[in-house]
């Protein structure tokens, strides 16, 4: 007679190793502890952002997305070789009928080194207001070597 009780576990563990999210192995997916630092202002009412903030890339469904507080997601398609691209559609901004669209680029390399420029292009009931530009910069966040220390009970 077969074993057929641990060919069936061999076959669903590959079957959920297979159903891994895609962002797992992705080289730039992750939370990231940035600096923003502005580069340049044409803005009557510029957009504040502080002088750290958390960035958060995910790969979902075949498009990578990148999540920054006060600003509309920005989507675009994953790269293998750390580079990051990504672009929001136009929402709205902190500032009262300002609206605005979001480009981000730069890269992310192995150790988890964020570098990253990020563009706002501000309108007011579709005519251009101005455009302000940031660097980003930062590490990786929330993967670490060491093990968790175990509960005290």
Known sequence: MRNFGSRS???VL???AAAAPAYADDPVAGAYDAKFEQVANNCEHPIAYPARAAVKIEVK???L???IERTPLMLGTPRKDGKVNAKS???HTPIEGMDGTF???GRVTADGLLS???IGEYQAAGKPLCTQSWTLSGLRVGKTDKPEPKPKR
């Open 9 to 11: 576990a061999v076959f």
């Open 14 to 16: 590959a079957s959920l």
């Open 61 to 63: 469904g075949g498009d």
């Open 65 to 67: 997305q990148v999540d």
């Open 89 to 91: 559609r136009l929402g």
């Open 103 to 105: 480009t981000v680029a």
């Open 116 to 118: 990253l420029s990020l």
